[in-house]
């Protein structure tokens, strides 16, 4: 090796050992704000408690704790916080594939109209009682979020299928879908379904089980698998179709498995967790100013901020006016249109 290659060689190895040190940093982080994240509540907890309760239910040696804390950790705060922490990380990836995707910095996962859709989907459920008692508010929720999804693609497609024309068809199922729940709600619902619809759709992680956590772990991390695995298609669609079609890119082909598995992802969160915005909105720009605009870096940056962000966002939402639960939608609102415009701001063209 010549002499003058090794300061090259030296930088690849010295980024390599401070993204090694990034990424065991994080997931350390992440570790400490799901357990810290635990003991905040009315029940009077410990980390030490947190990690002996987990370590037992993993087989890892025995808690010296009580049934009831120990309930109050596996059944009730962890779940909740592994949800957030999914619902987050989830979130932030499928920002980031949308902004890359539509070549808007902007978009959001719910620019396909299925946060929308869900919603008009979970107020069938439950305001109109349609399922009679067999179909749960999630499932009506994914229902709609996929009926809504269905429509963009047609209307995407019969109008040419281009970015904008997405953004367009998604645009129009929002405002169909929405004006469809608001009818419903308004001449079907009762004060409390009124209450307990509004709550779930500012977004709610209160009734979270392990069930919702494998489900949506599971979409995610598949998800998550695939966006990775084409990472070098994201990269090239930066540059534009033409560019990306002429390095042997099949555009249509990737941006329509990309806007499947976004919508499946988005979809399943949602219908767990309500619509909780500007999650992938704001994050994935954080994550960029972090590991640069790679997405084969920047996904799981991306989810590891997200993942962190929502724990977080969660514990304020159920904490800050205990025992009453703020909305966790209202939360990310308050943090992420400042952000928003912050963003804004820095892309202002000049006159």
Not at 35 to 59: K, M, R, Y
Not at 102 to 113: C, E, I, S
């Amino acid at each position: 090796m010549s002499a003058g290659s090794l300061p090259g060689a030296d930088r690849t190895a010295a980024a390599r050992g401070a993204r090694t040190v990034l990424w065991v940093v994080g997931l350390v982080v992440l570790a400490l704000s799901i357990a810290v994240a635990i003991t905040i509540g009315p029940a009077d907890l410990s980390v030490g408690e947190v990690f002996a309760v987990v370590g037992q239910h993993l087989g890892l040696g025995d808690a010296d704790v009580s049934r009831i804390r120990d309930g109050i950790v596996w059944e009730l705060r962890l779940p909740r916080t592994l949800l957030a922490a999914v619902c987050g990380a989830g979130l932030a990836i499928c920002g980031a594939i949308m902004q890359s995707l539509l070549r808007n910095p902007l978009a959001d996962p719910f620019v396909l109209g299925i946060s929308s859709g869900a919603s008009t989907g979970a107020v069938v459920v439950v305001v109109l009682g349609v399922g009679g008692g067999i179909i749960t508010l999630s499932t009506g929720a994914f229902i709609g979020a996929t009926v809504a999804f269905a429509m963009v693609l047609l209307l995407a497609a019969g109008a040419g299928g281009t970015p904008d024309r997405v953004v367009l068809a998604g645009v129009a199922a929002t405002q169909l879908f929405s004006a469809l729940t608001s009818f419903i709600v308004t001449s079907s619902a009762d004060a409390e379904q009124t209450r307990s619809v509004l709550f779930w759709l500012l977004g709610s992680l209160s009734g979270a089980d392990w069930r919702d956590v494998v489900t949506c772990g599971t979409v995610c991390v598949v998800g998550l698998v695939i966006c990775i695995a084409l990472a070098p298609a994201l990269d090239a669609f930066a540059f534009g179709e033409d560019a990306a079609s002429s390095l042997g890119i099949s555009v249509r082909t990737v941006r329509l498995v990309l806007l499947v598995v976004t919508a499946l992802i988005t979809a399943t969160l949602v219908s767990a967790a309500g619509a909780i915005g500007f999650v992938g909105l704001v994050l994935p720009h954080a994550a960029r100013a972090v590991v640069g605009p790679g997405h084969r870096l920047l996904l799981p940056a991306t989810a590891l901020i997200g993942a962190i962000f929502l724990v977080w966002v969660d514990t304020v939402a159920r904490t800050v006016f205990s025992p009453q639960e703020l909305p966790v939608g209202v939360v990310t609102a308050l943090v992420g249109v400042p952000a928003f415009a912050v963003i804004l701001y820095r892309r202002r063209r000049p006159a």
